[in-house]
């Protein structure tokens, strides 16, 4: 089989250290009939694994060259390779009650989260390995430096659980920095805090779009400034202060 050779414009680091990959496989728990999608299987250090305990596995690949030599590597009964751009597959296609798991590219890490986030009706967990710093993005609480629109609109819908961190030493290429795993299980409808997505979003974006300015400031036009008395929030705060709740009964109230 001929060797690949990795895209550095793809943002392609593969894990091969097999103890973090035995952890990944662990925190995952495959179990045989699991419907389960791998994105960006890459060179299949845990497509292999994950094959073990499962009878069939689906990945998302946009590389031409792995596509190929996916199809070598792994029977077809076995393994399906669905040829596409991750941030715009229809991961709906593939049915409900579906398992995500992956190594994400750092270059399209956070659109693609919000991409995953369409889902997660039909989701049943997802487990990711990401750059650190965007898994303690993902993590944060209010008010502390890591804490901003991705970590609301996240934890909006899911409960996210920082698992452990990984070396850059378990790659090849090591990139420049550390990663971490991530489990999100999204939370059932009645547990979703805000009613209109489109507007807690909006809410969320316009909040943390100028984080040094007031909420009174980031929100004018969006939120009158008697809401904020209703609802017990002080305007001049800033949005990096606000808990998801908080952004929830903004965004619930009548505009």
């Not at 050779?5 to 496989?25: A, C, E, N």
């Not at 804490?147 to 996210?160: E, H, I, K």
């Not at 990663?179 to 805090?193: G, N």
């Amino acid at each position: 089989m001929t060797a690949y050779k990795h895209k550095k414009q793809l943002g392609q680091h593969f894990l091969h250290d097999p103890s973090y990959l035995g952890r990944i496989v662990a925190a995952i728990r495959p179990e045989p009939d699991d419907l389960m999608v791998e994105i960006g299987p890459g060179q299949g250090a845990l497509t292999r694994p994950l094959l073990e305990r499962l009878k069939h596995l689906h990945v998302v690949e946009i590389d031409r060259d792995l596509i190929a030599w996916l199809g070598q590597a792994f029977p077809a009964e076995r393994l399906t390779v669905h040829a596409a751009d991750a941030l715009k597959f229809d991961f709906a296609s593939l049915g409900t009650s579906l398992r995500v798991v992956g190594n994400l590219p750092y270059n399209i890490s956070s659109p693609l989260l919000f991409h995953l986030a369409e889902y997660a009706q039909g989701v049943v967990d997802m487990h990711f390995m990401l750059q650190k710093e965007v898994v303690d993005r993902m993590a944060a609480a209010p008010d502390t430096p890591d804490y901003g629109r991705l970590s609301v609109m996240l934890q909006a819908r899911f409960r996210v659980m920082k698992l452990f961190n990984v070396p850059p030493g378990a790659f090849n290429p090591p990139p420049k920095v550390d990663s971490a795993v991530v489990r999100l299980v999204p939370k059932p409808a009645e547990a979703i805090p805000y009613r209109d997505a489109r507007r807690f979003g909006e809410i969320v974006a316009r909040a943390f779009g100028q984080r040094r300015k007031t909420l009174r400031n980031t929100l004018k036009g969006l939120v009158e400034p008697d809401v904020f008395e209703s609802l017990g929030i002080d305007p001049q705060r800033r949005g990096e202060t606000l808990s998801v709740e908080e952004f929830s009964r903004l965004a619930n109230h009548p505009a």
